[in-house]
């Protein structure tokens, strides 16, 4: 039986080939300069049809203890809004007006977590590393900036996730 590829599957399967290829190429860290006209601020509503479904806590469970613990750290594989204020030095990021974080350009300690947040070839990317796990998080805006693309990628326990959420802007 021939299976058809979806948008979305070719979507997703972009956006892995994308972060691979920018794993392996990005030797230096993410420069902390803003680009010209790349600014997140605003009201961001999630687009579910353009998006992957976020993991629920028992699919998490069934795949490994250490992924649904580490995934409590991206609130937004499960947010359907997006508050966002950017500045020049970094941004705040309110998930469904419950959880809060802030984002600051260059490197940071967060948690257990070593932080590195800037741009690469027009996105912005952060990426976190701790003793046993890796993310990365890319934003992506569309060329009239009306619509964000975030792809999240965990590796923890041996297990990994790839997710991508689509927002618009309201």
Request: proline share 4%; hydrophobic share 40%.
């Amino acid at each position: 039986m021939t299976r058809v590829m979806t948008t979305r599957t070719l979507r997703r399967l972009g956006w892995i080939v994308i972060a691979l290829l920018l794993a392996g190429c990005n030797s230096k860290p993410p420069s902390v300069a803003v680009p010209a006209g790349f600014n997140l601020s605003g009201e961001w509503v999630l687009l579910p049809d353009a998006s992957d479904a976020g993991p629920t806590g028992l699919n998490l469970r069934a795949r490994g203890g250490m992924l649904r613990l580490i995934a409590q750290d991206f609130p937004v594989l499960r947010a359907t809004r997006l508050s966002i204020e950017q500045g020049g030095d970094s941004m705040g990021i309110s998930y469904d007006g419950t959880d809060y974080r802030d984002v600051s350009w260059g490197a940071r300690k967060r948690g257990f977590w070593e932080v590195q947040t800037g741009w690469v070839e027009g996105q912005l990317v952060i990426i976190s590393k701790a003793e046993d796990a890796d993310a990365r998080e890319t934003f992506a805006l569309t060329p009239d900036g009306g619509q964000l693309a975030v792809h999240i990628q965990v590796e923890a326990g041996g297990e990994s996730l790839a997710v991508t959420r689509t927002f618009t802007k309201i």
